[in-house]
T-cell receptor, first 113, second 111 residues
Framework: ETGVTQTPRHLVMGMTNKKSLKCEQH?????MYWYKQSAKKPLELMFV???????ENNSVPSRFSPECPNSSHLFLHLHTLQPEDSALYLC????????????FGSGTRLTVV | SQQGEEDPQALSIQEGENATMNCSYK?????LQWYRQNSGRGLVHLIL?????REKHSGRLRVTLDTSKKSSSLLITASRAADTASYFC???????????FGSGTRLQVQP
């Protein structure tokens, strides 16, 4: 285990469903991130939170809604997704400056049917 | 725009051989990092090199950085089958809120 826990590991949802991805870290990190990894594409940054405040929304569609209730927890709420949203969603955390690198969770493999 | 570009996209070698992967980037950086990803899993941080450093070692890993050419290389010596994974470079640049990753190099080490 890396210290960053993502649940669920796998998720299949219909386009009309609402689901949430959860990320939890107890490393004392102050920054948390959501990345999307699609086949044969670079990791795409979605959202950044520093000290619970969102500091980056990388032009992500509103059907993805992040929530960061505290520095240890990060959620990604999903609704009315499209099949092209199927991907591996990775959560990461770091110290505020990130100078020691990021710690990633194992990801949630999302399939939209 | 994509900051890091790894080369080659895929690499297949025999166990015991050295593996070299390259990364090019476009803008000035504070540091450059290398990560490893086993299939379908999260990324694992391997090594970080700062913009004022030229070379860094960690075990069987050797990273070089040439800021004049905006490029970095990752060398894995005496490769093992367990090194089979995808390797990504990521750049930390002033003005960007988070690391920017490349597309990765898929390394296959044949036993």
């Amino acid at each position: 285990e890396t210290g960053v826990t993502q649940t669920p590991r796998h998720l299949v949802m219909g386009m009309t469903n609402k689901k949430s991805l959860k990320c939890e870290q107890h490393l004392g990190h102050n920054a948390m991130y959501w990345y999307k990894q699609s086949a044969k594409k670079p990791l795409e940054l979605m959202f950044v939170y520093n000290f619970k405040e969102q500091t980056e929304n990388n032009s992500v569609p509103s059907r993805f809604s992040p929530e960061c209730p505290n520095s240890s927890h990060l959620f990604l709420h999903l609704h009315t997704l499209q099949p092209e949203d199927s991907a591996l969603y990775l959560c990461a955390s770091s110290t505020r400056q990130g100078v020691y690198g990021y710690t990633f969770g194992s990801g949630t493999r999302l399939t939209v049917v | 725009s994509q900051q890091g570009e790894e080369d080659p996209q895929a690499l297949s070698i025999q166990e015991g051989e050295n593996a070299t992967m390259n990364c090019s980037y476009k803008t000035s950086i504070n540091n450059l990092q290398w990560y490893r990803q086993n299939s379908g899993r999260g990324l694992v941080h391997l090594i970080l090199i700062r913009s004022n450093e030229r070379e860094k070692h960690s075990g069987r890993l050797r990273v070089t950085l040439d800021t004049s050419k905006k490029s970095s290389s990752l060398l894995i010596t005496a490769s093992r089958a367990a090194d089979t994974a995808s390797y990504f470079c990521a750049t930390d640049s002033t003005g960007r809120r988070a690391l920017t990753f490349g597309s990765g190099t898929r390394l296959q080490v044949q036993p």
